[in-house]
Each structure stands twice: as structure tokens, then as C-alpha cells.
């Protein structure tokens, strides 16, 4: 649970609003979901359309904050805003037993078809979400429920292997995969709240510690693009999408590749946004400036529920946040820049400019091929911060020169003009690797004129799956391949006297879990290996655009807070051992909620290590604490979980263990090895 930013606070509203805190959604297998819902005070007489938000973060304390902010708005705006704990979380009926499981979908569907039969609504349904909650509004928009018009998605993606926190370019996230999976062991163990559910409430937290399982497990059991990662991947039919689309995301935050995707391969009436933020609402995101997202959100709403004609349609399909480089820093509050727009995507106002690495420099001249070989450095990757950052006191990219110092560089000539990006970068390599098993990871950066690296853009990629993500293919060693890289999309305007420059390793730790073998990548420079960037032209769309209203929302709960938030990264290397060790402390701190009594406590404590000439050596650590209580009821959850792995298996260990009144009442421990297939 986040204190929010301070945003302009709304206390008056066309409608006057009707709360009921709780309320049962039954569904035809007698499992009841727990919901929130905020109604104009007139909509039995009157009634309105609805506005969906469906998660396993629960209504009563993970997202109470933000969930009072936004869904009050609505409602006071003319809409019933509903807030629904999933199945097996906060207090729902059920069992929670993994992301994004069919039955998740079709619940929403029996959810919705639910809303829509009430006598307060009109029978016009919107779902929005961000994250978890974007990606399920994708899934379940893909599914078809009639009264489902429009949806808005934030932060989420269409495919599930190549664009959330498990697998990159085929490479295991390291960062993120177990950091996750420790997350969600956690919440899985929270027990509901005795207020809501009553006397079942042990009864319902003991069937969920027995039946809870780490997802961790299962997600590095299918370690290529298969059926389970296919499911609930909407790019595998983008036709079954047949409702409006809004797409939301920020530079910040690493979901962004599904926006132009979704742009490109949707038909459906679509519109795409890209801030400057990270993972996080825009109304109350950072790096700023955030928007008034809210006022946004109703504009999409009134024009597809209400039939009101907001003009938004009239508007560029595609509005981007166009950065400007600043000095790198592990927090960002703002990022200078400029608001452009896209009439269409793929935009027509491109031009792709083509450097070629030659030697150490990018030109885009070629010159004649020269070889350039690096044995990996395991501790390469320590500058590039947390891979899903949320504005915390750390996690953005610090500067790149310690990495770059272990990579392969290539750099151009300071510029003479500026240039601004719009797309995704794409490298292409002329490699050989000395081992069946590697990887690439590419950086491309933008030095300033006094040496500071910013990161820019980046991409892995599991070189066995050079060809495909479903029949990946060892390598032989020595053997020269041809391959293609396609970076983060990104928006970027380079300044004058600044350089593009990219780096090349066959290491990323922490976000890349390594090869089991160290590698010696060469690479062959000239006509063969080059970097293609998508040069945004001059657009007369820029310049009528209008500005978005500044940031607001509803009053927010009142609380107290016992004990702030603090976050810290530290990072150690030690001389004698090589060893690098990168530890994440993140207190969310401890507050009271005003209104229901509740206090929520949260830590998070990660570890990743890793020794320079020892891939084997590598360790994820991962501790989560949370603690409920109201009064005399005290509730607590705490999991470890570790991750290692040789040359054949990973190895992985997890314990949850629950807490009542200080008292353990239970404790569970799994080990499992997984076989490592070409990662």
C-alpha cells in the first residue's frame, strides 16, 4: 500500500455519490466475490453506465488509496465504478492459483453480465485496469461480453512471454521472476478481513495457506513460448478484440512495447498514450508531469458509454511524451520534454537512419569489417536498475559508464543537429559465441558532452532463439550467425553535442539470469552489424495539440501513518572475490486506514549476487512481510524464497510462513529443481 502523491482534490461532484462498502457478486459455482461499488445517489431512478476494476491487490487495504480516489470520481461523474476482489483474494471466495487462469476471465465475464443486469445500470459496461487489471481488461475484452463497450488499459501487455516479468528475448528475468513470484506467495497468504466475511474468515485463510503453491515454480516450467504463455496473449487473435481500446503506459514503465502493437493490429477504434511515468496511474505517477488522467478517462467514457460526443476520437490516434536527456539519476521526479502526436501508427513521418559499428565507432558510413571478441563479465548490468520501477527512491538507470566499460561500445560523432526517436530500434550482428548457450544483451545509450551514459533502450535475447521463441536451437561454437535484436520502443530527442552509442554484452545480471557457462562473444563490425533507429521528422500535429488538465481526483482516505516509506539500493563488490551483491530494501511503511481501523505493514528485502568469473554463483533472494490488523487482531505473512541453479537445473526454495497474534500458526516449505532447456 502506496501513499499517493498530492493531486487536486475534488470534493464537489455533479452527482451526489452513494457508497456501499461491500457487496457479493454470487457466481454460478457458488463462489461469492467480494465488491466496492460507488453509485451516483440517483441511479436506482437513474440509471448509468458502469466502470470495472477486477484484482487480487484487495479492495480493503493493498489499494484502498487509489481505488477511493479514482472510483469515487467516476461516480460522481455519472458512472457506477465497481471494484472487485478476484477469486482467492482479499475477500473473495476461492483459491488464487495463478495469473491469469481462464477461470479469472470467465468469472469477469459472469461479473460483468452481473453489473449489467442491476437495476442502477443502464447496461453499458467499461472495464480499466493497470497492470494485472490492464492486462485482464485485454483478456477479457478478447472474450466478448455483449454489454462490454470500451476498456481502458494500463501498464499491460498482449504477450505474456516476450512482455511481463518472466522472460525477456528468451532470457530469464532474473530480476523479477522470483522477486514476483515471492510477491504474489505473499498476498496469496493474507488472510480476508473478519469485519467483511465474518467468522469464515480463519476457515478462508488457512484454505488459502494450505492450498497456495509458488508461482515462481510454474512459470520456470515452461521456459519457451508455449500454449500456457499463448493463453490469455491477446496477440494470438488481435480480431477477437471487438470493443474500443485505450492504451496507456509510461517511458518509465516496462509494459510499453504493447502500445504500438496494439496500435498497429487492433481494428477496432483505438488510442494510445505514453508519459513519461512510471508503473503507476498518470494522475498520480512520476517522473512528471502527470495529467489529469481522470478527466481522460472520462472523455473515453462518456463518447462509448454515454453516446456523448467528447471529440477525442477527432484527436491523434498516438500521444507521446518526447524526452529530453538529463543527467542520470536513480530517481526521477520530472523529465523535461514535450508532448507530440501521431495521427496513425505506424507513424508516416519516419525515416529509419542506419549506423554501422566499425570498431569503436558508430557511423553510417561502412567501413571495412573488423573483429572485436569480450569474455562476459558476470557483474555487467549493475548500473541498470530495478527492471519495473514504481518511483521509488531508486530503480531508474544510474550512468552507464561502469557497464559500458565491461561491453562492447560503439559510439558516434557528437551531434550537429538534434534528433529526436520515435519506435523501436533495431540491431542487427554479425556474432559467434564459444559455447551452445548464450545471450546478447544491448544497451544503446546517450552520452552527453562530459562522458555521463544515459540509458536510452535495451533488449535481450537468448541466442538460441535466434529463430524462434517455440523451437529454439543450441548453437555451434564458433559458427557465425546473422542476428536480429529489436530494443524497447522508445521516444528520445538527442541533443546537439550528444552521442548515441550502443553496448554489447554476452552478461546482464541482474535482469538476465546468466549462461551456465562463461561466453567469449565476438563480433564481426562493418556492412553486417548495425544499429537502425526510427528518426521522428518534423510533425505540424505537435503544434495544435491541447493540454491536459492538471491532476485530480476524489478526497482521499483519511490515515495515519506509524511509520513512513523509505526505499535504499546497495550495492557491494568485493575485490578479492569478485563477488557483486545488490540488495533492495523497500518499506512501504506501516499506516492506519482512518475509516475501517486497518493497519497494513509491508517490507520487501531482495538480494542478487553473483561472483565476476562464477555463472553458477548467481543467487535471487527474495523476503516479503506483510502484516494486517485491526485492534487485537493481528495477522501476519512472511516468505523467503531463493533461486540457484547449475549446469543442468534451477533450484529453487520457497517457505511461507502465517502469523496470529504474534503466534506462528503455520509453516510450509517447497524445493524443486527444473531443467534448464538452452537458457
Known sequence: MKRLPSIK?????????????????????GTRLAARIWLPEDAES??????LEYLPYRKDDGTAFRDRILHEYFAGHGYASIRVDMRGSGDSDGLLLDEYLPQEQLDALEVIDWISHQSWCSGAVGMMGISWGGFN?????ARRPPALKAIITVCSTDDRYT?????????????DMPNWASIMLAYNGLPPDPQVVGERWREMWFDRLENTSPYLETWLSHQLRDDYWKQGSVDEDYSSIQCAVYAVGGWVDPYTNSIPRLLSHLKVPRKGLIGPWAHSYPHIAIPQPSIGFLQECLRWWDFWLKGIDTKI????????WMPEAVSPQPQELSWSGRWVAEKNWPPQNTRKVVYYLNGPILSEEVHDEQTLTIKGVQSCGSTEGVWCPYGTQFGMPIDQRIDDGLSLTFTSQPLKEPMEILGFPIVSLKVAVDQPNALLAVRLCDVAPDGSSRLISWGLLNLTHRESHIEPKLLQPGEVYQVQLQLNVVAHRLSVGHRWRIAISPTYWQHAWPSPVAVNLTLFGGKDSYLRLPQRLTNILDDNLSEFEEP???????????RPEHAERDIQYEVVTGKLTMTDYIDEGRLRILNN??????????VYSIINDDPLSAKARCERKIEISRGDWITCVKTYSLMTSDMEYFHLTNTLDAYENNT?????SWTKKIPRFMV
Open 9 to 29: 482534490t475534488v470534493s464537489h461532484f455533479p452527482k451526489k455519490i452513494k457508497l456501499i462498502e461491500n457487496t457479493w457478486i454470487f457466481l454460478k459455482d
Open 46 to 51: 437513474h440509471p448509468v453506465p458502469a466502470i
Open 137 to 141: 481488461s485485454l483478456q477479457v475484452a
Open 163 to 175: 512482455d511481463d516479468c518472466h522472460y525477456m528475448g528468451g532470457c530469464v528475468l532474473g530480476s
Open 313 to 320: 476520437m477527432e484527436e491523434p490516434m498516438l500521444r507521446v
Open 552 to 562: 485530480e481526483g476524489a478526497p482521499p482516505l483519511e490515515s495515519e501513518i506509524i
Open 597 to 606: 481501523d486497518l493497519e497494513y505493514d509491508s517490507f520487501i528485502k531482495n
Open 664 to 668: 506462528r500458526v503455520f509453516t510450509r
